[in-house]
DNA sequence: ACTTTATTTAAGTATTTGCTTAAATAATTA
DNA sequence: TAATTATTTAAGCAAATACTTAAATAAAGT
């Protein structure tokens, strides 16, 4: 008879501390899994860095394809990560300045490491 | 004829800054995918809060398969974000303390939201 | 030695993700 | 208003991801 059970007292523990923050780890969460991945975190880093870009600056930066560099951007506009201001026919996007206590820490791991 | 162009200035200072930055946004990007996916990150939360747990716990306490768990710990373990340490049977898997500027700075934010 | 328990590993499958190409919107310019 | 530029959206596909079931390894207990 397999019944495996973790240490009661723990588990119980853990499932109730899980109960009072299951929101916000699903929550951060989202914003873990946009920032992993490498074209978005890049994104993310140069917004950082120069306060608003169009997605036409990424095309040539990031050296890829117009309607993939949309695509996430807009992945990321969903969440509220980031907005924009249309000036004509361009779109500058912009850092939320709200979720960041994470995102800000993470750009500033990015510029400590530099080689 | 689309000949599409960013800012010139802008995107050849963002190119070069890329090139200073890139292995950065890489290895972040590595730690921020695994901590991207709700099973694992409550395995990562659970392991700040607790010390030690072993799979048997995070089957109980998220209920899910024992397979599951398993390779959830082995991608994480495979970068080195957390060890283990073997008593009979069981095996207590436990956060490498090192990465975690990013980390830590996550845990943070899930206790402050809690509701 | 055989059985039970804890865990991992492997193989198969379904879902998700990130790209591509093509078409649609939207603003500007000729 | 027709053509150009900037961008998004939609559809299709290939690769990656996360699960499942089944088999393998490892330590203990009988």
Known sequence: MYARRGQP????RCRETQGTNSEAITAICKVLALAG?????RILF?????????????????EMSVPSVSQHIRKMKD???ITSRREGQT?????VQNHNEVLDNVFAKIQKIKR
Do not use: A, W
């Not at 007292?9 to 119980?12: A, F, I, M, S, V």
């Not at 991945?37 to 975190?41: A, D, F, G, M, V």
């Not at 779109?91 to 850092?95: E, G, K, P, T």
């Open 9 to 12: 007292k723990t588990t119980t």
């Open 46 to 62: 140069f917004l950082k860095e120069e306060g608003e870009l169009c997605p036409c600056d990424f095309v040539d930066i990031l």
């Open 79 to 81: 969440v509220g990560l």
């Open 91 to 95: 779109l500058y996007y912009s850092l």
């Open 37 to 41: 991945n490498e074209t978005r975190l």
